[in-house]
Structure formats: C-alpha cells, structure tokens
C-alpha cells in the first residue's frame, strides 16, 4: 500500500509517496482503506521541525480520515466491515498518522460517516470538529455567553463559531483580512472584527490564530486556546485553558449528527489525490485560505 512519508524534517520535497506493508489491527483497533484526509497546519509543522517528530524515521503524516472498515483486530466490535467511518488520528507526531492507503486506528476514535454527504466535505471535519469542540468545552460558559473567537475564518474558528451559536452564545469573530468575511459561515456571528480587537469585553475567547486576545476578555473571563505558546502571561492561570485535542469517537459522532441535520456547515476545498502530494502542499503554503482535501 502506499504512505506519504518522510525521513526527517525539511520543505515539501522531503516528503514521499512510499510502498509499504499493510498493518493488521490490533486489540481494540480498525483497519480503514482511506478514501480522504485533509491538510491541517500541524501537518506542516510536523514536515517542517516546527513540531519535531517523535520516534523513529519514517514518519507518516495525516490527522483526518474518511474511509470503510475492511477489518477488525480483537475485542473491536462497534464497526463491521464495510461501514463508511470517519476518524481523527493525533498519531501524526510520533509518526503513525493517516495518509496511508490502509491506516489501524482504535474503534474509539470513529464514528460513523454521516450519509450521502461529500467525503472531501466530510475530510474536513474530524481534527477541526474535535478542536472546535473541546475548546467549547473548556470554556465553561453559562447560558448567553459572549465569546470571541479568533482565526474565525479558519477550520478550527469557524466550527467554533457555531457550535457557540447552536448552544445559545453570542459568538464574536475576528478575522484578518476583509475578505475573510465572506469565509464566515452565515447567520452564526454574532458581530465580525476584522483586524482588531472588540471594545466591548467578551466572557470568553478562544484564540485559533495564536494572537493575544487578553485585552478583550472580561476580568474573571475564561481564555481557551489551542495553539501551544499562549496564552498570554497576563491572564491567570486558573483562568486559562490549552487544548490539545484528544481522539473521541463519541465526540465526532456528535459533529457528525450536527451536519447530518445541516446545523454544521463545513468549508468547500481543493482536492488533490496523494499522488500530488506536493503540489498539494505546494497549494496550502499560497495561504489561500481555502482548504486542502486528499483522496485515494
Ligand atoms: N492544540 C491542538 O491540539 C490543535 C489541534 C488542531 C489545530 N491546532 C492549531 O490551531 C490553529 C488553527 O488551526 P486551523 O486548522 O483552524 O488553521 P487554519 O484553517 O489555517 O486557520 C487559522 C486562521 O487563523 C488566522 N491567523 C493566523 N495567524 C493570524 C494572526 N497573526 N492574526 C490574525 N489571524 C491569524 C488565519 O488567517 P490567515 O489565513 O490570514 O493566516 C486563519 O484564518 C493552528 O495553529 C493549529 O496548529 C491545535
């Protein structure tokens, strides 16, 4: 089968589509055949050394998966073969990630693919909807809740934005450039900033883009984040909170009941197939804005 791999850390031409073994699921595991994935930025920040790989080299990226169960290792019972699932692997880092032809991963981080919908659509959903959501999580709000939401254009920022508004909250984005507006899924913010931070204070924000967000939080307010290195020293830290995401099945079955009922949109993107593994790359460094899907 084939996996986009690499050695060590480098610019795009690092990577290669390699021939490899298939694996066999282990206890408690699925063997998926893949049929998409998507580029998120820790993928390039893995390829790249920002993020360094952990174990040994080859290292296989790739966090999102869409795909059909073909077989299940020992005591993985909640997935027959044939079932269209999708998934999200934090695998990446130490190597084992999912832009593989085959990919093993625990029945506990699946869910099943909602139907009839695309699967470069789909592709977009499990590392973003996962983030998105556990920073909702975090912040603990009560009902009626104003949250600022930076990188508010982005895969991460916009899934936040609604899920904030389907639980009741004022959801305020801040986006970088004008143009990003248009990129907002519609009829879900609350007011959009663009450039610069609200006047008015927010009980709540979660930070996307790695930007200091602390002047537009209330005093006692609570400050997500999900980019390692914030958040800024000036809010406490009984006040502030650093997602890593974590794998759950059960959260992306909830993501995936929101866009079978059309109340998650998710964003159009560029489809690329691995054999254009690096022009796909090529593509997402243009910073477009818009999403990279790779399919089988
Ligand atoms: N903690 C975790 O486990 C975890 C999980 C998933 C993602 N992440 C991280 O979360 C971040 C967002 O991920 P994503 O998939 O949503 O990325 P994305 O789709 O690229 O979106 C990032 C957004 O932030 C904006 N942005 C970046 N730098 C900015 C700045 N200095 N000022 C204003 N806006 C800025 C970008 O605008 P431009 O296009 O103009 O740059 C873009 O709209 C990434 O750093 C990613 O690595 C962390």
Redesign the pocket.
């Known amino acids: 089968m084939f996996a986009v791999q690499f050695e060590s850390p480098g610019y795009i031409e690092v990577l290669q589509v390699r021939d490899v073994p298939v694996p066999s699921p282990g206890e408690g595991e699925v063997l998926i055949a893949l049929e998409a994935s998507a580029i ?3 993928d390039v ?1 893995i390829r790249s050394g920002v993020i360094t790989p952990q174990g040994s080299a080859p290292f296989t990226l790739g966090y999102d998966l869409v795909g059909t169960v073909k077989a299940t290792g020992p005591n993985a019972e909640r997935f027959l073969p044939g079932a269209r699932v999708i998934g999200a692997s934090t695998s990446a880092v130490t190597g084992n990630g999912t832009w593989s032809e085959f990919v093993c991963i625990p029945e506990t981080s699946l869910a099943h693919a909602p139907e009839d919908v695309d699967p470069a659509l789909l592709a977009q959903l499990p ?2 909807g996962l ?1 998105a959501l556990q920073a909702v999580d975090a912040l603990q709000l009560t009902q009626g809740s104003d949250v600022l939401v ?2 508010a ?5 916009r899934i936040a934005l609604q899920l904030l508004h389907l639980r009741g909250h004022r959801a305020h984005a801040l ?3 004008a143009e ?1 507006v248009e990129w907002l899924p519609t009829g879900v913010a609350e007011e959009v900033h663009i450039g610069s931070l609200p006047v008015s204070r927010v009980d709540g924000v979660i930070d ?4 200091d967000l602390s002047a537009a939080l209330r005093p006692g307010g609570h400050y997500v984040t ?3 290195g914030s958040p800024p020293h000036s809010v406490s830290t009984d006040n502030a909170t ?4 974590h794998e759950s099945g059960a959260m992306l079955h909830a993501l995936a009941e929101l866009v079978t009922d059309g109340e998650l949109t998710l964003p159009e993107s560029t489809t690329f197939t691995f054999s254009e593994i690096e022009a796909a790359h090529h593509e997402y460094d243009r ?1 477009l ?1 818009r ?1 990279i899907t790779l399919v089988v």
């Not at 254009?153 to 920022?157: C, D, F, R």
């Not at 996307?208 to 930007?211: E, F, M, S, W």
């Not at 650093?242 to 995401?245: A, G, K, M, R, S």
């Open positions: 998120n930025p820790a920040k590392l973003p983030t930076s990188g254009a982005g895969a991460v920022g986006v970088r450039r990003q996307t883009a790695g930007i999900v980019v390692p650093l997602v890593i995401t910073h804005g999403r």
